[in-house]
């Protein structure tokens, strides 16, 4: 038994911090790239390249409440209903059918919230669906 047992205390094992920044003051930590254990240079995590100048967002962005995802939500259906012009392409292309399907989703919502919205987002909500609902009978009308 004795012999088990100091078998049993020789097979700990050793924690070795392998993290590249020092977790106290952030910067770099040499021990950390002389590891004989080391990842090979495939193996390593590659970092996502920078977005191009132009893709970066110039101002911050707002806070998301309802109000902001519900007017996001009728942004996208005026452009689908060309409205305004398509942000990516910078174009105007019509998508009537997508932009049913962006108003119902808008009257789901709507339908799924009532009673729990204070009454300037029940307004905001009712206003912009009227509003689409208008553009959409004459975005029908056009076709």
């Not at 806070?63 to 939500?73: G, K, M, Y």
């Not at 942000?87 to 339908?111: F, H, N, R, Y």
């Amino acid at each position: 038994m004795a012999s088990e047992e100091g078998k049993q205390e020789s097979k700990g094992f050793t924690v070795q911090d392998r993290r590249r920044f020092s977790p106290e003051t952030g910067e770099a930590r040499a021990e950390a790239t002389d590891s004989p254990n080391e990842t090979t240079e495939a193996a390593k995590p590659t970092e996502a390249p920078a977005a191009p100048a132009s893709e970066t967002p110039q101002e911050p962005l707002p806070d998301i409440n309802f109000s902001t995802f519900v007017i996001s939500l009728s942004t996208q259906a005026l452009m689908h209903l060309g409205e305004i012009t398509n942000p990516i392409s910078g174009k105007i292309d019509p998508d009537v059918p997508a932009a049913k399907q962006m108003i119902d989703m808008l009257a789901m919502i709507k339908e799924k919230t009532s009673g729990n919205l204070n009454a300037n987002e029940e307004r905001l909500t009712q206003d912009i669906l009227f509003d689409l609902r208008m553009k959409y009978v004459e975005a029908v009308k056009k076709r």
